[in-house]
């Protein structure tokens, strides 16, 4: 998709005044945020079980490469077969051909962010296979031609109104005086709409949340069951995953099954966990008859042994964008890319390039919530900061923000000059505000004091800075005074 | 890391007092020097001796999360110059402390000479509250106050500092106080420094949701250990029209409360 | 070079060590329960996930009870069954008011049972798996899901399902196409957040617990 990242300021302005928005996204941090809380109490060994799957994954990525040629050995093995991508346009290209070996025109898809990643659908579309989405969520947002706004709950900035709107413009062939109050109602027509296509889809794409080395097994996890119709009824599956998705062993995918769920929804497991190895076998009566596996980098390999490395421990459980201020102030879209929230603002530079998302990293207060509940301890406000060195380094961090910060550390490293300047700042801002104690606006005003002023008073120095005091006082009173 | 703890209240008249160096703030010294007079006395009420180094400034903070890591590192070693020949440092607030304990570590892990000096100091700098209730061992403060107050955890006070029960600790033994807990308590304010100015909107939407649930607790005083938090809490307060007042914590446990709250007018007095 | 030569090239080039200590990772102690308790824990949890629990002592009534509960769901007299001789060699010709099949399921089943391998009481969790009696769709097509699970097959873990599952996979070289760990019956929380069962599985998952 074509990113708009560029423009995050207007996308979030647009996304702050838009009021059906606004009432989707209120859903998101009641609901999410209690669900968690609740699991995670429930589960004494939650801590130890994340630092135990931080280690694993780390273990996992210091040797990626061994673990990836594993998987692909084990694949290999069941029948199965693995492809190396080394970007979206190598992936696309590979989906295609195996689609038109198959001679495939109609394809299911369940849920998948690498997908979106390579803008699959789109180029299906183009070549004249119908790829047609079956998770509820992203059957609806396709419906709307639009893309997901979150990791795991993809339309969750529309309404159930606007569901219902979709369906009627979209399913002309129902009875228009139906009653679609209910949202039950609106589930049983996507389900009975569904079900067709599931049954006459020539091929299937998944995503895969995990892959195992050990047995060469691809892992959906999904609440539908959507993902295992998409995977079961068609003559070829198709599973997309990112380089980064490989455990050794069943065990290790066991730790991040316990963290998954639990971070994401809530839930003690999701509906369905499915592990899938290979294409049927001989006497299997149904299953797809080839499997294969794509291995997508796109950009991942190069975060090895940087310290944005961690980024690749994700689990894309969504947890960090349900606790984002920004997240809940704007919703995912305003990211302008794939991944919002502070997964997306951390990762999607790496994957699409500073100049374009610098905006991501910057627009976060650092506040930390996100790291404090992310199952794999991602370090996220560090790589964030990261990102600005980097916007700076670069020369691609906005001039006005360049040079006050410069202006300021010069003073702030030469103390003498500080407190001088300070003096008469305290007083000069103390005399505008006039005795009132605060500014509605600040004179000689930019457009950085406007932000502030535009919707906040300043409160007004008290007119001596305390180390003006300290020293008057220290001097009358000779120790540290009242 | 563990922090020294060279404090026993049983025995503190016997031992030495300890020394214990304040890191004022940029804010605090700009805006509010009151905290930092309040923040001596408790101090010096705790038992400890105090000192105000004077070649402090900042803690560079502004320059690290603009991603100026050669000014903040230069700072960070103006900062570690000034306060390593004292037993403890102590900031009345949550970010700067974190800045200086969880940060200059990293900061300056590549700094040969600076490197161990920064690990030293950050192992023995604290918040107040946390310094006097985890260090000290203060159960109570000699304080009285007829309101009832609500209390903002800063996100570094929160999840940099560990900084959440000690604060209510104190302000429960301040006579005459009534506290009220904010709803949503560990959602941001939307200052974060350059934030606040940079995504006016989103910073605007943020304060609102807090000042929102500040009136909810029906408490007309507003309490923080963080000057940035309360400047954009109580700016916002006072745009709304808000009868809520804020001041730091420091102010209401020393008992130094006859300053006008932050943003009132000045009632005339004089200068201190 | 190929994308898999340039991969590999580049993790190689980029790869650290990560000084991550590899210890055996902690196991919840929920599941680590025996007998009565292990059984309780996992009707608690399956019913938890919305799952119903049926106690069966003699596995003779089990027609019986499908027949049961079809009717009781107003359900046609119909399902599809697995093969496998636990739920196929059940007195199926007592009850020839049920019309039933074997084989894989269709879009025109409303009802099927099949035998889980075993289940995890950890979480109230299923394990399905697919072979030339147990066909995946069985678990996915038809509305009404039916399970028949025997008591000796729950783990307290899923620890416990691995090892079982490799040893009756030759170490896992017979690894199955499909292992199904199954929660609940399907549902969705797209719409606004509002849990709707029945998304596009199964809208109801009944387990028919076996004491033996």
């Not at chain 1, 991944?339 to 500073?354: D, H, S, V």
């Not at chain 3, 080039?13 to 919840?28: D, F, Q, Y």
């Not at chain 3, 798996?129 to 509305?143: D, I, Q, R």
Request: aromatic residues 6%; charged residues 25%; contains cysteine.
């Amino acid at each position: 998709m074509q990113p708009t990242s560029h423009r995050f300021t207007d996308n979030a302005h647009e996304a702050l005044n838009n009021e059906t928005l606004q009432q989707a996204l209120g859903n998101v941090r009641v609901n999410f945020i209690e669900k968690r809380r609740s699991a995670v109490e429930a589960l004494p060994e939650f801590d130890a079980l994340r630092k135990a799957g931080r280690e694993m994954r780390d273990r996992v990525l210091s040797d990626l490469d061994t673990h990836l040629l594993a998987f692909e050995a084990k694949v290999k093995e069941h029948g199965g077969h693995v492809h190396w991508c080394a970007d979206a346009e190598a992936a696309r290209q590979t989906v295609l051909k195996i689609c038109q070996g198959a001679g495939a025109k109609r394809v299911t898809k369940g849920k998948t962010m690498i997908g979106e990643e390579i803008g699959i659908n789109d180029f299906l579309e183009a070549n004249h296979i119908e790829p047609i989405e079956t998770d509820l969520g992203e059957y609806i947002i396709q419906l709307r031609h639009e893309t997901p706004s979150h990791l795991i709950a993809p339309a969750v900035h529309v309404t159930q109104k606007q569901v219902e709107e979709t369906f009627r413009k979209a399913h002309r062939d129902l009875d228009p005086g139906r009653n679609l109050e209910e949202p039950s109602s609106l589930l049983a027509e996507a389900r009975e709409k569904l079900r067709q296509r599931f049954l006459s889809a020539d091929v299937g794409i998944t995503g895969a949340n995990f892959l195992v080395a050990e047995t060469g097994t691809s892992v959906i996890v999904t609440n539908e069951g959507n993902g295992d119709l998409t995977q079961t009824l068609p003559r070829v599956h198709i599973a997309l995953a990112s380089i980064d998705k490989v455990v050794p062993t069943l065990e290790d995918l066991t730790v991040l099954l316990r963290l998954l769920a639990r971070s994401a929804t809530g839930q003690e497991m999701s509906v369905y966990t499915t592990l899938s190895t290979g294409p049927r076998r001989a006497e299997d009566h149904d299953g797809p008859g080839a499997y294969h596996v794509i291995l997508l980098d796109n950009g991942r390999s190069k975060l090895l042994g940087t310290e944005k490395q961690d980024l690749l421990r994700c689990i894309r459980c969504g947890a960090c964008l349900n606790h984002c201020p920004i997240y809940h102030a704007v919703g995912g879209h305003a990211y302008g890319w794939v991944y919002g929230g502070p997964i997306g603002a951390a990762l999607t530079p790496a994957l699409i390039g500073l100049e374009e998302t610098h905006h991501l990293p910057n627009a976060s207060t650092l506040c930390g919530r996100c790291e404090e509940v992310c199952p794999m301890q991602i370090p996220i406000p560090n790589i964030l900061r990261h990102w600005r060195e980097e916007e700076l380094q670069r020369g691609l961090a906005p001039t006005a923000m360049r040079r006050g910060i410069g202006i300021w550390a010069f003073f702030a490293r030469r103390p003498a000059l500080y407190r001088l300047a300070t003096r008469i700042g305290a007083r000069m801002l103390r005399n505008f505000a006039g005795g009132k104690g605060r500014l509605a606006q600040v004179p000689m005003a930019t457009a950085l004091t406007r932000g502030w002023t535009d919707m906040r008073d300043l409160p007004a120095p008290s007119g001596r800075t305390f180390h003006a005091l300290y020293r008057q006082h220290k001097g009358q009173a000779g120790r540290s005074g009242k | 890391m563990t922090k020294e703890n060279t404090s026993d209240r049983g025995s503190a008249a016997q031992q030495k007092r300890p020394r214990v160096a304040l890191f004022v703030t940029c804010l605090v010294d700009l805006f509010r020097p009151t905290v930092g007079f309040a923040s001596i006395k408790l101090l010096e009420d705790a038992g400890c001796d105090v000192e105000v180094p004077a070649a402090q400034t900042c803690c560079g903070q502004p320059a690290y999360n603009s991603g100026d890591a050669v000014n903040a590192a230069a700072i960070a070693r103006q900062v570690v110059d000034a306060f390593e020949g004292y037993d403890y440092v102590v900031a009345p607030s949550g970010s700067c402390g974190g800045m200086i304990s969880k940060h200059y570590p990293d900061l300056l892990a590549a700094d040969k000479d600076y490197a161990d000096r920064a690990r030293r100091l950050a192992a023995k700098t604290f918040e107040l509250t946390q310094f006097l209730v985890d260090v000290r061992k203060l159960d109570q403060v000699a304080a009285r106050l007829d309101s009832t107050v609500t209390y903002h955890d800063s996100c570094s006070s929160l999840r940099e500092m560990g900084v959440k029960a000690q604060p209510r600790k104190l302000l429960a033994g301040v006579d005459g106080l009534r506290f009220a807990e904010l709803p949503d308590g560990q959602s941001c304010c939307g200052f974060g420094g350059t934030f606040c100015v940079k995504y006016p909107e989103i910073s605007n939407r943020m304060v609102e949701e807090k000042t929102g649930n500040i009136e909810k607790t029906g408490a007309d005083l507003l309490l923080a250990g963080d000057l940035g938090c309360l400047l954009n809490m109580a700016g916002k307060l006072k745009r709304q029209g808000s009868k809520v007042q804020a001041r730091h914590v420091a102010e209401v446990l020393a008992g130094m409360t006859d300053e006008p709250a932050i943003g009132e007018p000045a009632t005339g007095e004089g200068e201190r | 070079m190929s994308d898999r030569d340039t991969i590999l090239q580049a993790i190689r080039n980029h790869k650290r060590p990560s000084g991550a200590p590899n210890l055996a990772p902690p196991v919840p102690a929920r599941g680590q329960v025996e007998g009565a308790a292990r059984r309780a824990l996992f009707i608690k949890m399956a019913t938890a996930a919305a799952a119903t629990v049926e106690a069966v002592d003699d596995p003779e009534t089990i027609p019986d009870r499908v027949a049961a509960y079809l009717s009781s769901h107003n359900l046609p007299a119909r399902l599809v069954l697995s093969s496998d001789p636990a739920v196929a060699n059940l007195p199926w010709a007592d009850h020839p008011m049920i019309a039933h099949r074997t084989g894989p399921a269709t879009g025109q089943d409303h009802a099927a049972l099949t035998p889980a391998f075993a289940a995890v009481a950890e979480t109230g969790t299923l394990a399905l798996v697919s072979g030339p009696e147990t066909p995946t769709t069985l678990n996915f097509l038809p509305e009404h899901a039916l399970v028949l699970l025997s008591a000796s097959a729950i783990r307290g873990t899923y620890e416990e399902l691995w090892r079982e599952m490799r040893a009756a996979t030759n170490d896992g070289k017979d690894w199955p196409r499909t292992v199904n760990l199954i929660t609940g019956p399907s549902r969705s929380a797209d719409i606004e957040q509002k849990l709707l069962m029945g998304a596009h599985g199964p809208r109801k998952l009944h387990i028919l617990l076996l004491n033996d």
